[in-house]
């Protein structure tokens, strides 16, 4: 039953991360494509750390100290990747970089 939860976390992980690279290749403009690999990849990097975390749980219970460090991943992910997206957008921002609208042509 592990490894059915494992072997489920790591293909919905991956396919996130495989969705957010179709976002960055085909949304229009430069916000869309960061929003678009922000979200996915940092649910797909959690739920892929995540499904490692159980298999090296319940397989390898004399090491608790990766589990341990991959639960830090997790939270360190979840607080620098949507940070880190955030800071691009907005230097982007004051920079002067225009959003795409409706009817202009994809750059």
């Known amino acids: 039953m592990l490894e059915i939860i494992v072997i489920l976390l790591l293909a919905v992980g ?11 290749l085909r949304l229009p403009d430069f916000y869309t494509r960061l929003h678009a690999t922000g979200k996915c990849d940092t649910l797909g990097e959690v739920l892929i750390i995540f499904g490692l975390l159980l298999y090296h749980l319940f397989h390898y219970p004399e090491t608790p100290l990766v589990p341990v460090k991959l639960l830090f991943l997790i939270i360190f992910i979840f607080l620098a990747n949507p940070t880190a997206t955030h800071a691009i957008m907005k230097a982007a921002y004051n920079t002067g970089v225009k959003p795409w609208k409706v009817g202009e042509e994809r750059r």
């Not at 991956?14 to 960055?24: E, N, P, V």
């Open 14 to 24: 991956i396919f996130f991360m495989f969705t957010g690279a179709i976002g960055l």
